[in-house]
Structures are given as structure tokens and as C-alpha cells.
């Protein structure tokens, strides 16, 4: 059990580190565009522990938005976690009852994911606890730090800063698209309706602008080149 | 709008959408349509928030194309995710010295 822990712990650490540096990013944007507190970027981190959400969570606030625009805006970018769930659902340990299902479902994030379903063994909980604690906790102060910083940083550092998020996404999205045509595909679609949201239709609000160029995106990316395994498509 | 409100819808949503099939679907999903959908969402989510937004960041367009550009060239050569947001960050800081 313990064993376990630790070893989950120690496959966490390259995502522990990763995560700081991005909610270093993270925590100065919440500071400097939605003008939160240091605890209360650092509650957003703790009870949601996902990039691309928490941005977009963050603009919502920022802009006064309102709830369905929350609500349908976490579905649409979170939504890849079902997958996700559900791929990581079929290779659990049977020592995994519905309790630790609960529990462990809160950190499936996309690096977690990918490094879990590298694994050779069935995953137990103890495994999964380690992982998730470890990156939950870079996570979390990475976001307090960067949220700190951005109060006393000067504005030409925290500004460069505040890029460092979309750079990830870059780093996310630009090698799968360079192998295969669907993502690059759905990729320059998702961007040309976005841009075109934001220059024709400015009345149509950021967050409403993400959602349906996403969807309509992946929908004709779907239609035009479908993907031929749950697992393959998964584990990209 | 009360900010507990914002972050609780936030957190809840973002839970069930993990929570719900980890726990309780045990099956594979079979349209591939579907499967295709899913498959592609985060890639096209991701496009949609950088594009046209990342030349907003920095308050000066030409820094932001900067970093993007530096993204842009390291992500296609694949280099690590910190590596690639934190070249975007630095490009975008040392052209804001020099403008």
C-alpha cells in the first residue's frame, strides 16, 4: 500500500514540475485579468487541478459571464476527461471499489492519464493517491506563487507571463497536428472560426466563440477523417 | 454574480464530467463518430483559446507574435510542454526590452 503510494508519487514528479511553471501562468492571469486573491486562485487550483478549464473559468469571472456560459464552457473543454475516464476505467485494479473510484476520479488530467495508461500492471488506488498528490501539490502552489508574484511583479514581467499558458497549448496541439491531418485539420478550423467570431460577430461572447468553433470543428474533423481506435486516439 | 457561485458550478461541472464515467460506465463507447468527436474536442478547444487571443497577451502585438512564433517552432520540433511556454514567455520579454 505504502510502496504503492510512493511509487505512484515518484512517476508524478516530471508532472509536478511541469505544472508549477504552468500555474505559475495560471495564478498571474487570475490575479492580473479577473483580479482574484491569492487564496481564492489558489481554491480555483485546488478544486478543479485543469489548465485549459480554469483559463477559460477565469475569463468567464473576468468578463462577468454567466452560468450556462460557465456550464456549457467546462463541458466542452472537459469533456475530453470522460474519454479519458473511461479508457483508465477498464484497466483498474479489483481493488478499486466505487469509494476509490470517487476519490481517484478527481485527478484525471491529461498527464495523469497518459502516464497511468502507460503502465503495464492494473492500476490501484495507493498507485493513483501518490500520482495525483504529488502533481495536485505542484499544481496548487504553483498557483499561489505565480498569483503572489503577479501582485508584486512589474507588469512587463507578468505580462510576458501570461503567454505562458497559450505556449503550452501550442506545445499540446502542434505535434499530433504535424502526424495527423484530422487534428491539424481540426485544429485550423476550431482557430479560423474563432478568429472569424472575434472580427465578424463580436457580439458573440469569448467564451460562447470557443465553445461552438470547437464543436463544429471536431463535428466535420469527425465526419471527415474518423478515428479508428478508443485507446490509440486516447493515449496521443 | 457571487465569485462562490462561478468557482463551485466551475469545480462541480469539471467533477461529474471525470467522476461520472470512472465510476459508472463500464462499456466502450461504440459510434465512432462520437468516439471521433471526443477524440478531436481538446485539439479544436485548444486552437479556438489561442487563436486569435495569444496576440492579445502581452498587450503589444508584436512581442505576443514573437512568442507565438518561438511556440510555434519548438512545439513543432517537439520539445517538452515547460520548455515550449516558457521560450514563448521569455521571446515575448526580451523583444518588450528592446521595443
Redesign the interface.
Known amino acids: 500500500m505504502k510502496s504503492r503510494f510512493l511509487r505512484g508519487m515518484s512517476h508524478g514528479i516530471p508532472i509536478c ?2 505544472y508549477l ?2 500555474s505559475f ?1 495560471l495564478g498571474i492571469l487570475a490575479v492580473n485579468k479577473a483580479g ?1 486573491s491569492v487564496f ?1 486562485a489558489s ?2 487550483s485546488a ?4 489548465s ?6 477565469i475569463d ?2 473576468a468578463a ?1 459571464g454567466s ?1 450556462i456560459e ?2 456549457l464552457l ?10 479519458m ?2 479508457s ?3 484497466k483498474l485494479d479489483k481493488c478499486f471499489t ?1 469509494p476509490h ?2 476519490l ?3 485527478g ?1 488530467t ?1 498527464e495523469i492519464f497518459a502516464v497511468c495508461s502507460a503502465q503495464k500492471e492494473p492500476l490501484t488506488p495507493a498507485y493513483m493517491y501518490g500520482m495525483i498528490f504529488i502533481s495536485a501539490a505542484g499544481w496548487i502552489i504553483g498557483t499561489a506563487l505565480g498569483a503572489a508574484a503577479g501582485e508584486l511583479l512589474p507588469a ?2 507578468s ?20 502526424k495527423q491531418h ?2 491539424l485539420f ?6 479560423a ?3 472569424m467570431f ?2 465578424a460577430l463580436p457580439v458573440v461572447s ?1 467564451g460562447f ?2 465553445i461552438i ?3 463544429a ?3 466535420l ?3 471527415i ?3 479508428r481506435d ?1 485507446e490509440e ?2 493515449a496521443q | 454574480m457571487s465569485l462562490a457561485i462561478y468557482i463551485t458550478v466551475m469545480a462541480g461541472v469539471t467533477y461529474l464530467i471525470r467522476m461520472l464515467p470512472f465510476t459508472f460506465f463500464r462499456k466502450k463507447i461504440k459510434s465512432r463518430f462520437f468516439r471521433s468527436f471526443l477524440y478531436y474536442i481538446p485539439y479544436a478547444v485548444l486552437s479556438a483559446m489561442t487563436i486569435p487571443a495569444i496576440f492579445y497577451t502581452t498587450h503589444n502585438m508584436w512581442t505576443a507574435a514573437a512568442g507565438t512564433a518561438v511556440a510555434l517552432l519548438l512545439a513543432f520540433f517537439e520539445m517538452p510542454l515547460i520548455v515550449v511556454a516558457l521560450a514563448a514567455s521569455g521571446a515575448a520579454f526580451l523583444l518588450s526590452l528592446f521595443i
Open positions: 514540475l511541469g511553471s504552468v501562468g482574484l481564492q481554491v480555483i478544486l478543479n487541478l485543469t485549459a478549464g480554469q483559463k477559460a473559468g468567464v469571472i462577468s452560468i460557465m456550464i467546462q463541458l466542452t473543454i472537459n469533456i475530453r476527461y470522460s474519454l475516464a473511461l483508465l476505467s477498464q466505487t473510484r470517487l481517484a476520479s478527481y484525471i491529461d512587463s514581467v505580462m510576458a507571463m501570461e503567454i505562458v499558458l497559450y505556449g503550452m497549448f501550442i506545445a499540446i496541439v502542434i505535434p499530433p497536428a504535424k484530422g487534428v481540426a485544429a485550423v478550423i476550431a482557430a472560426l474563432s478568429v472575434r472580427y469569448e466563440a470557443i468553433s470547437a464543436i470543428a471536431s463535428m474533423a469527425a465526419l477523417f474518423p478515428v478508443l486516439g486516447a
